[in-house]
């Protein structure tokens, strides 16, 4: 590395020339090197040079005190000592060459350069052949002006002032000895646009300043070499916490707007945010890639990546990859609190592969947590097993029962009762879905074990009431107590009043914080970084964090459940679909999205959310069939196809709704067709065929008792196929758990004709009637109350002359009035018209005959859709 010598500017002279020097001896003209241009301002006479201004080269470069350099800037490679900040002061421009008084040569001491070469690798020895000995003096560099015109006057004597002159151009001359240009040292390749080291070089105080620019570049002195432009002094910026900010901002924004992303899909809003998820993944796989990361930042920035690529992504291989990576960092530096989490987050993925794998190794973990005391950590895996076995729909197998149990007993023994009541309503909404034996009485078992902890104020948090006040309430109307259900109800009414403005429940957040006592003498597993699983609290108290139902979902469900009890018991026909409307305003309601809600999961719950609103809208339907309200049967299937609800059990709903509105606006044959459908077939045996839940299985057998009612038309007649039926449904609903599916079985074998020796005897007849009129006032139906009336009155009573035969018709009039079904009504008047006019009440009759024809009619007119 070569260094130039220069003047001293002339402002420490004050303006006045410089004192004479002696002569100097003649040097040896040699060819020109560079030419610099005139100065516009005129220039001193030359000067003999100081020793301290001479640049020897004895062992390498060598610099002045008060020169610094700064080191250009190597983001990737530099370690951070040598960023030396420069002062301001060393970077002024200067308005004209002027001279300065050149310090002692005691008070500047070499200093030895830096070569910035060296801090990307080791420099390569310098070579020796040109350097001059140490002893011999250092090779000068003068500046000789070109000789003035022979007109122009003589130097004045040293005591006088020098007089003006005109600048002349002056010629840079080097002694004999450096003649010889020393070989370039071999340098690393440097960065792109990387700036060399002499650009960085401040001038120095024994140099004369050359005129610099507005933006800092120094201008090239005639046909010299032109340098290039320096660098500005800026401080150097670590870009990795840039990265990770801006990935924030980027998931933040993307989960801002998810909820109307997962309503509307369309094609520009699902583009949007994946690309906003793409460029958050971008920045914290550039992150990665660093070598710089500290080993804690490394271990988090997997984990988030990891998290996101398992939430947003199917990328579940560099998920994979990541959450090893992580683990790996945290086995080494005992971060324990990571090391839990990436585990966690890689038994999702490693699920969303193989479920059986994933048992295996949450197994595994909830050995080792257990053997660790890690009893915080023993719930949460626990607690993800469980989701595991709902999700699967294996949450009834015994295995599944017992790993509840277990949280169950482990909670009770630390005393954390919340944990415990968790546990236990979990276990019983897995009974409540099975059905499977004495499956009531397990129900009842853990709402007791849950209720027995009601006066403990560690209990009572909002998520864990509702849910415990919602399983007792639909286990309730799955017994089909109407009396107890409306008590229920009511408690669950007055709670949710209670809790419609508590800040304890926030609107917006799904998440149920369950407490847990901390363990004293045991290394902190619990962090900031796993505050989504497990976060840390105050006074000895953890939480545990699930994702339950949030509030709107609640009130919406509640609504539901509450037209259900409604419908048993409501004095104005309609009612329930007035609560069911309400149901669907409360779900359709637009809301803030939960933090940190990916995409995913915003389309399940929008499923979820869609799948409830088209049950209430099934529910409605349903109702107004029993009301003779076609229009609004088919404004609710119209509804229901334009909102596309996702594939389940709705689709056999749907499906039977369609079949009661054709067979209600008397198309039988396309009803009929809608009844043969193989999702409705029944197995030979009298069991359900491909495995049908139980909706679908009380579905089929209410399918093929409506095809037993439209066969009694005389088109559609067929003794065989009816008889084929009877055989079927026999095993099915002589001992069905549900009273409404005996009722309604018993009810149709009273009503309908078969030939002999098929033909039901008398006796047999008064039995179907008999059960049938117990299990609707069981039940409280009272669309099957007059149904079962009306038929014992056309069963037992036609053309019986009596007060037994008045009274009956009296009694499915009333019955059928009550229900507000216009096409029942219409046969219970026609049928007391004629026991009336059997006793002789002619004017009675005939008032009441009219009657029926009017509502026959007007329920004929609503047919007409």
Avoid at 252 to 276: I, P, S
Avoid at 504 to 514: G, N, R, Y
């Amino acid at each position: 590395m070569t260094y130039r010598g220069t003047m001293p500017p002339a402002s420490m002279y004050n303006g006045q020339s410089h004192p004479q020097h002696p002569q100097q001896p003649q040097l040896p003209q040699l060819p020109q090197h560079r030419q610099h241009p005139p100065y516009q301002q005129p220039l001193p006479q030359p000067l003999q040079l100081q020793p301290q201004y001479s640049h020897p080269f004895p062992n390498g470069s060598q610099q002045y005190q008060h020169v610094q350099y700064t080191q250009p800037a190597y983001p990737q490679r530099q370690p951070e000592p040598y960023y030396l900040p420069v002062p301001s002061a060393q970077f002024q421009t200067y308005d004209s060459p002027t001279y300065r008084p050149p310090p002692p040569a005691s008070t500047a001491p070499p200093v030895q350069f830096i070569d910035p070469s060296s801090l990307q690798r080791a420099p390569a020895p310098r070579p020796t052949t040109y350097l001059p000995p140490a002893s011999s003096p250092a090779p000068a560099v003068v500046s000789t002006p070109t000789p003035p015109p022979a007109s122009a006057p003589a130097p004045a004597p040293t005591s006088a002032p020098a007089p003006a002159y005109q600048p002349q151009p002056v010629t840079t001359t080097i002694a004999p000895q450096q003649t010889r240009v020393p070989p370039k040292t071999p340098q690393p390749p440097s960065a792109k646009n990387s700036p060399r080291l002499d650009e960085r070089r401040p001038p120095s105080q024994g140099s004369v300043g050359k005129p610099v620019t507005k933006d800092g570049r120094r201008l090239a002195s005639g046909g010299a070499i032109a340098k290039s432009p320096i660098m500005s002094n800026q401080p150097h910026v670590e870009t990795f916490p840039l990265l990770l900010c801006v990935a924030e901002d980027c998931f933040a924004r993307a989960n801002l707007g998810v909820q109307d992303v997962a309503r509307n899909m369309t094609a520009e809003e699902v583009m949007e945010h994946h690309k906003l998820v793409a460029t958050g993944l971008g920045c914290l796989e550039v992150a990665l890639k660093s070598t710089k990361l500290s080993p804690r930042l490394e271990a988090r920035v997997c984990l988030r990546y990891a998290s996101i690529l398992v939430d947003e992504t199917t990328n579940l291989t560099d998920a994979e990859m990541a959450l090893a990576r992580g683990i790996a960092v945290c086995e080494k530096h005992r971060f324990i609190d990571l090391k839990y989490s990436s585990q966690f987050i890689l038994i999702k993925t490693l699920f969303q592969r193989s479920p059986k794998a994933a048992f295996k190794s949450i197994d595994m973990h909830i050995s080792d947590c257990a053997t660790y005391k890690h009893i915080h950590w023993v719930y949460a895996f626990r607690f993800l097993k469980a989701s595991f076995y709902l999700q699967s729909g294996t949450a009834s197998e015994n295995h599944a029962l017992e790993n509840l149990r277990k949280i169950a007993s482990i909670a009770i023994s630390r005393d954390d009762k919340a944990i415990f009541v968790m546990a236990t309503l979990l276990e019983g909404l897995a009974h409540l879905s099975s059905r499977k034996d004495e499956w009531m009485t397990r129900v009842q078992t853990c709402i007791a074990q849950a209720s027995k902890l009601q006066l403990d104020e560690s209990v009572h948090l909002p998520q864990i009431d509702i849910l415990l006040l919602l399983l007792d309430l639909a286990c309730s109307l799955h017994q089909k107590a109407t009396q107890l259900s409306s008590t229920k109800l009511n408690a669950l009414q007055t709670r949710l009043e209670e809790l419609k403005q508590s800040r304890d429940w926030a609107t917006v957040s799904s998440e149920v914080l369950l407490p847990i006592k901390q363990i004293t003498n045991v290394s902190s597993t619990i962090s900031n970084d796993t505050r989504a699983i497990l976060r840390p609290g105050e006074g000895g108290t953890d939480y545990l964090v699930l994702a339950t139902l949030g509030k709107q979902e609640a009130f919406g469900l509640a609504y539901v459940l509450h037209g259900i009890v409604a419908l048993h018991r409501a004095t104005t026909p309609g009612r329930s679909s007035n609560i069911w409307g309400e149901a669907v305003r409360v779900l359709e309601e637009k809301k803030i999205a939960p933090t940190l809600q990916s995409l995913p999961e915003a389309l399940r719950h929008s499923e979820w959310t869609k799948e409830i609103i088209c049950y209430a809208h099934v529910l409605t339907g349903l109702q107004s069939a029993t009301l003779s309200d076609w229009a609004r049967v088919k404004s609710c299937l119209e509804t229901i196809q334009e909102m596309q609800p996702p594939a389940g059990f709705l689709d056999i709903m749907i499906l039977y709704l369609d079949g009661v509105f054709k067979q209600g606006t008397a198309r039988l044959s396309e009803a009929m067709e809608v009844w043969k459908d193989p999702r409705f077939e029944i197995d030979w045996s009298g069991e359900p065929k491909h495995n049908k839940s139980q909706v679908e299985s009380e579905l089929s057998i209410l399918a093929a008792l409506n095809r037993l009612w439209i066969m009694e038309e005389p088109a559609s007649k067929d003794e065989a196929e009816m008889a084929d039926l009877v055989d079927q449904l026999g095993p099915l609903c002589d001992d069905n758990p549900d009273m409404e599916i005996r009722t309604a079985y018993h009810l149709v074998l009273a009503s309908i004709q078969l030939s002999p020796p098929r033909a039901p005897s008398i006796q047999a007849v008064k039995r179907h009637i008999q059960v049938s009129l117990g299990g609707s006032q069981s039940t409280n139906n009272t669309q099957c109350l007059s149904m079962a009336l009306n038929v014992m009155r056309c069963r037992l009573f036609e053309n019986v002359v009596g007060e037994q035969a008045v009274k009956s018709a009296k009694a499915g009039l009333a019955q059928a009035k009550k229900s507000g079904n216009l096409l029942w009504m219409s046969v219970a008047e026609g049928m007391l018209a004629q026991s009336l006019e059997m006793q002789g009440a002619l004017a009675e009759a005939r008032a009441s005959m009219e009657k029926g024809v009017e509502l026959a009619n007007e329920a004929f007119q609503r047919t007409q859709v």
